[in-house]
């Protein structure tokens, strides 16, 4: 049976000898009472580490229990829990609101000393040890989560402080690279052979595509440090969503695919970030064409809903699709189906979760609608606001 030390304080031996009495009769704990009888003046010994639980009288000499108790919580640093040591309050009262002020000072539990008896006392003293651990449990269990947040933060901040080191380190090089191949693709450096140009095309192709990849890793880097924000102007969204279609054209011709339009609403004008619209439009009609076959047709159509007050772009394409379980993950940092076509390059996983961070920022959202080997919808839907 396992050994409980409880204090006692009470300036009544007939009540020691009561509670003494009572405590023998617990069937749970062998209990080691320890009696005060009277106030001690060094309150430090008693506390969580000495004692289980403190049964503490309300009138004790010339002052009150509750005064006890600031006493005992002022005895302790500030760094240390007073009260992760359970109090039992015993009064020769019944009243409640002095049962209410009790509780209110961090008291377990309240016992009227007329109703105490040795079955009341032992079950209060099993149930407020019982809720204690329960407590202290709880304590520990958020301590280690805080503990496990504040890692993740730190690792959070290492990882988008690797982005940005690892995408300025990579971009000064790949820029001059570029640069060089353009000067030779363009027969500064002297005549080129037909399939110099076409080596040449194919690394000045690659070194776009890693470029785009840093551009992804720097906006990572923004949208953890919360410094990715949006500059809002009214804007005619048909021109946007021409612009990125005109912008994917060049991508689409190599796999002879064909890119529609089709749109009610040529006028409208909404409150965006045009840079940050056309960037996530950009990245589902190229994804669009990555994922399609050669010779298919890419259909984006513009529609509006002024009733339920919104406005949407969709991208429909007839590619591969997407499985039921990975539509959910699809938007998540790095997450990558294996739905990639021979050939093709996986990319960081990051466009689609860039492309949610700019529908959240503008109160709207981005969603996926597909069946594997038929093809994927995505839709962008801002609110609705006429400019």
Request: charged share 25%; net charge negative.
């Amino acid at each position: 049976m396992e050994t409980l030390r409880i204090a006692l304080i009470d300036d009544e031996q007939s009540m020691h000898d009561i509670v003494s009495h009572f405590c023998k009769k617990n069937t749970d704990y062998a209990i080691d009472l320890v009696w005060y009888d009277e106030v001690p003046t060094d309150l430090t010994p008693i506390n969580k580490d000495n004692y289980a639980l403190l049964l503490l009288d309300y009138h004790i000499n010339d002052r009150t229990g509750l005064e006890v108790l600031q006493q005992l919580n002022e005895s302790h640093s500030p760094n240390e829990d007073a009260l992760g040591l359970p109090v039992i309050m015993l009064s020769s009262s019944n009243d409640i609101q002095m049962a209410s002020e009790a509780i209110h000072y961090g008291i377990s539990e309240f016992i009227p000393k007329k109703n105490l008896s040795a079955d009341l006392l032992n079950s209060t003293i099993n149930n407020v040890l019982y809720k204690n651990n329960l407590k202290l449990q709880l304590l520990e269990t958020n301590k280690k989560l805080e503990e496990s947040n504040q890692m993740l933060k730190l690792k959070s901040e290492e990882i988008s402080n690797f982005y940005q080191v690892i995408s300025h380190e990579l971009k000064t090089p790949l820029t001059s690279t570029l640069e060089f191949i353009q000067i030779m693709r363009d027969g500064l450096a002297g005549e080129l052979t037909a399939d110099q140009k076409e080596y040449l095309d194919i690394c000045h192709r690659n070194c776009k595509q890693l470029t785009q990849y840093i551009n992804d890793l720097l906006e990572i880097g923004r949208i953890s440090t919360g410094k990715y924000e949006l500059n809002c102007a009214p804007v005619t969204i048909k021109f946007v969503v021409d612009e990125a279609i005109n912008t994917s054209r060049v991508i689409a011709s190599r796999k002879n695919i064909t890119l529609t339009f089709e749109t009610q609403t040529k006028d409208l004008r909404i409150l965006v970030d045009e840079a940050r619209v056309f960037q996530a439009l950009l990245i589902l009609i190229n994804n669009a064409i990555k994922f399609s076959p050669e010779n298919e047709v890419i259909k984006i159509l513009l529609s509006e809903d002024s009733q339920a007050g919104f406005v949407e772009v969709a991208v429909i394409d007839h590619g591969c699709g997407i499985e039921k379980e990975h539509q959910k993950k699809i938007f998540d940092r790095l997450f990558q189906a294996n739905t990639h076509p021979v050939g093709s390059n996986a990319g960081l996983g990051l466009g689609l979760y860039i492309c949610k961070q700019i529908m959240q920022l503008h109160g709207g959202e981005v969603s996926v609608d597909s069946l594997p080997g038929k093809g994927s919808q995505f839709i962008l839907k801002f609110p609705y606001q006429r400019s």
